[in-house]
Each structure stands twice: as C-alpha cells, then as structure tokens.
C-alpha cells in the first residue's frame, strides 16, 4: 500500500495519555506523529481539573504518607473487585508510579500533592484518607510560544481571569471561613495581577498538565497535527499498519510501521452511541468533556473486529446547565454544609457530598416515571449563598439575571413556594428539610450518613460544628437549580489486555493496535477510586503502550 506519510507509531488524540505514549516512544527512539482532530490540542485532560490518582507515588513518601503497592492493591480488590482483569488492575499499579518519575526525569513534569484529597472511599481496606492523587505544578504558557493558542480554552470563563490550583479551588471555597480560605484568596488575586503586569500566561490544572507534556514534545520535535480528523484503520493480514486520516480537506494514509494507538476520548458528545449505550435519559448537553470525544475511534476499532466492555457506564457527576454555558460539573457545592438534593417527590435520596459517580448511579439506579431523579434538584439558603461558592460564583457575588430570567436558579422566600416554583410535592419538601436541619443540629445524618468520612469532610467547612457538611436551611430566601447526570466523559470502550493492546471478542490480540483513555474500557470498571483516576489512568496506559511497541 502507498502511504503518504510512514512513522513508526501514530498516536490518534492528544489528551494526557496520546502526549505521554508521544513522549516515551519518542526517547525509545521511535517515530512519532501525533494527530488531532479539533483546533486545539489537549482532550479532555486540558479541560480536566488535572489531577493524577497515582497510588505509592515518591511525593506519598515525601510527605510521610504511608502506602504500598499491597495497600493500593487491597483498595482497588476492595472497590475495582473482578469487574477488571487483576492482570490490567496490577499494570497500572505497578506502572502508574514509574510513569510520573519517568515524567519527572525526561519530561521535566513537576508535581504537587494533593493534600487531604482522601481517596473516594477511604474507609474501604486500603484507602488513604490523605489522598494519592498528585497535580502538575502551574505553568507559564508564554514558553509554548505559537503554540499557547492551539492549547484548548477552559469551557468555563472564571471571573477576572483567576486561576488556581485543585488545592486553592478547595481553599478557596472556605475565603468566609478560614484563615487559609482569606491567605489563599489574597495570594491568588496579588498573583492574578502581577501576571496581568508582566504578561505571563498562568496555567493551573489540566491545562498545566498538557502544557507541561507539549513542551517537552516541543524539546523533541515530535510533530502533532491539529485540525486532522482520524477516519479509520488500516489492516493487513489481522495487523492494523496505519490509518486514514483527512489532511486539509484531503484524505490521507499514514503508516504505523510499529503501531497505532487510540487515544481520542470516548463518545459523551455522540448522542446517537449514548442512546444506544447510557442509561436513559441522557444528553450531550450534560457533558464536560471535549467536544471533539464522537466515538470515532470506538467505531473504528468495533469495524475491525474489536470488543467492548463498561459501555453503560461514564465518569459521572452532577452538572447543571447554565443558560448559553457549557454544562457545569459541581464538586465542593455538594460537601458544603447547608445543601441538599432532592427527588421529584421531594425527598433526599443520597449523600449529597458522597463521590461524583456515586451519586450519578444512585440518580440513575432510582430514577422510575413514577418517581423521576433526573433531573434532581439541589436546594439551599441564603446563608449558603452568602458563604460558599456555587458554580464560578464566589461568596457574595450576585448570580446573573439571566440565571433567573431563563429559570435555571428557581428563588423563593419559603420552602412551600420554592416547592411550587420547581414541581415537587410541597408537604415532602416542607418534611425533608424539616428533617435534615434537626440532622444537621446533632450533627448525624440518620438517613445517609453525609459528613462521615475524610472524603465527605474534605469539601465540608471546618469551622461549622458539629458536623463539616451539615447545616439547617433556614434562612430565607431559599434557592433550587436542576442537576442531571452529567459526566467527565464515558468509561466504556474498547477492551484492551495489560499491554493496552486492543482484543478481539474471542480474546485474541489486534497485533498493531493500542488503546488508552477513554477510547479503551477503563481499568477502574465501575468505580472511581480517587482524584484523578481518569488522567492518571490514561497516562499510565499511554506509558505502557509506548514501552510495549518500544520493546516489541
């Protein structure tokens, strides 16, 4: 076959997982391209929170934080369980912590801990209360040089530009409680101008991580290509030898001597695969994740004989759907004392401040017409307003008129309008709040335990007694926004071994073909272990498949 152009691996996708597999292949010797099918590099990575759930990583042992491989392993049997392959549970265990030392060496990556960011289910055998997850330290954009603009935008604009770190965001949600809260505000808004000043390009999160790995592909002269749509596989004799790709509005042919690997995301913005795949009801207007994650690469791998597995399930949370916005994902709101979330019924049905995921499942294992949860309704008070951050909203910043013109923030003076106001059953309501505020005085949650664990504590208020996450709503005027089952992006794709090479349904192997990230069936199944679990996943993937073409 003529190709028009030949490397020795061909990287589809350019979140964290296709620029590290880029990386490492690239210091092995190998001949990388990198392709992009949307205008900006990144993935959903860049529009990640860029944390890393890397289990016995050397900044735990730094920091004094007790972990080991055993423990990590106990922790995900104790919550992976045998719905993953103990074979692809132990490649990411033991590769997940060489792999961000292996950044640090020859990718100059720079890491922080994420301090007290507890593992999602800390109390289950194994977990860490402290946290494992790491995030890359900030990054100034200006040494991408032509490059900062390809780097893909924050969906969501924050108010004068600030940009913090995952820890100041959790800091930053206590400015009306803490000390720390007021230090961390004050030194992210004297940082935010002096950037302004001497025009520096502050990047925090994802988009610190991906930075971070193109520069040092900048370093390499491994070339990436955006604006190249990936159309399909090339296969000879059972062996995917490259793929076909479009090249300025022409089709193209790109050999992959060594291999090819699939790193495009999955398909939370293919409204056609989440119907057919995604508990109902769903939508693509409830997503975060990169628009540019339709499938394709799912598709082309299903065309060749590929197969699949965790397709019914995503990187859950609850989002809500500002009016002209992207769909905002809420983490902290939830562990904050003084909200709830409630059903049409008008009742409470999970702990609000329990992980993403889980509540999304608890929405979707619940929801009946009889009895919808989706969408749930998340309720607070002024008080709550006053104090944390909803949203981009920090304490005591009005919301936009068009939240209340379009009736995404529903705002009443009692809890029998606010019923009216959002259709649910007035009495359950008036009971429901009734009831959690008497649970909120003694400080325990009779019905769903909120506030019992390092992880529900970690977004709760310090100062509030006796309970971090419980506080009565009582203070008028009272507030209900709509949450649906959003997601980070889906879980499910196609099936891969500990290699991350692609299998058929019979358990064969696809020779030439890899998977990482969302593109393959992630290696956490049906859970999310920690922090981070979707980026540390796909980048310790990408490791492992650059290594295995490497050494093959």
């Known amino acids: 076959m003529a190709f028009d152009y030949s490397y020795d691996i061909v990287i589809v996708g350019s979140g964290g ?124 954009g200006r040494k991408l040089k032509d490059d900062f603009h390809l780097l893909r935008p924050m969906s969501i604009e924050v108010p004068l530009g600030i940009a913090f770190t995952i820890s100041e965001y959790h800091d930053l949600g206590m400015i009306t409680s803490t000390w720390k809260g007021k230090y961390v505000a004050l030194k992210t808004g004297i940082k935010t101008v002096f950037n302004l000043i001497f025009g520096i390009k502050y990047l925090t999160l994802g988009r610190s991580l991906i930075a971070r790995l193109r520069y040092a592909m900048k370093k390499k002269d491994i070339p990436l290509w955006v604006k190249v749509p990936f159309k399909e596989l090339i296969v000879e004799n059972g062996k995917v030898i490259g793929i076909i790709a479009e090249k300025d509005n022409k089709e193209i042919k790109i050999e992959g001597k060594k291999g090819v690997l699939l790193a495009a995301g999955g398909f939370p913005h293919n409204l056609e695969m989440r119907k057919q795949y995604l508990p109902s009801p769903t939508s693509t207007e409830w997503t975060s994740a990169s628009p540019g994650n339709t499938g394709d690469a799912i598709l082309a791998g299903i065309k060749i004989g590929a197969t699949l597995d965790l397709m019914d399930d ?70 709550f307003k006053d104090k944390y951050m909803f949203g981009v909203a920090f304490p005591g910043m009005k919301f936009p008129q068009k939240y209340y013109d379009s009736g995404y923030i529903k705002k009443a003076e009692t809890i029998s309008e606010l019923a009216k106001a959002i259709g649910v059953n007035k009495r359950n309501l008036e009971n429901t709040i009734k009831q959690y505020n008497e649970y909120a005085l003694s400080g325990k949650d009779s019905d769903f335990g909120k506030g019992n664990n390092a992880y529900d504590n970690y977004y709760g208020d310090p100062k509030h007694k006796p309970n971090p996450n419980l506080a009565p709503l009582e203070k008028p005027p009272y507030y209900a926004v709509e949450f649906y089952p959003g997601d980070l992006g889906t879980k499910g794709g196609l099936m891969t071994n500990d290699y991350a090479q692609v299998l058929r349904k019979n358990g064969s192997i696809i020779e030439g073909l890899y998977a990482t990230g969302n593109t393959m069936a992630s290696v956490m199944g049906n859970f999310y272990p920690g922090p981070g679990s979707a980026v540390g996943a796909t980048m310790t993937f990408g490791y492992i498949a650059a290594k295995h073409i490497a050494e093959k």
Do not use: C
């Open 17 to 140: 997982g296709g620029l590290t597999a880029a990386l490492v292949a690239k210091q092995a010797g190998l001949d990388v391209l990198v392709i992009e099918k949307t205008e900006y590099y990144g993935g959903s990575t860049a529009l990640s929170g860029g944390g890393m759930w890397i289990p016995n990583n050397f900044l735990l042992e730094k920091k004094g934080v007790q972990d080991s491989y055993e423990k990590a392993k106990k922790y995900m049997e104790s919550t992976v369980g045998e719905r993953v392959s103990v074979k692809k549970q132990e490649a990411f265990l033991k590769n997940a912590p060489e792999m961000i030392e292996w950044l640090r060496d020859n990718a100059d990556m720079k890491y922080l801990h994420m301090v007290g960011y507890s593992d999602y289910h800390p109390d289950e055998p194994g977990g860490v209360a402290e946290g494992r997850s790491l995030e890359p330290k900030p990054f100034n």
């Open 314 to 383: 995503a990187w859950w949370g609850p989002s809500s759907v500002p009016p002209g916005e992207p769909a905002f994902f809420h983490v902290g709101e939830r562990g904050y004392p003084g909200g709830i979330m409630v059903n049409k019924e008008g009742k409470r049905f999970t702990n609000e401040a329990a992980s993403y995921v889980t509540v999304v499942h608890e929405m979707y294992e619940k929801h009946t017409k009889e009895n919808t949860h989706v969408p749930s309704y998340f309720i607070f008070d002024q008080r």
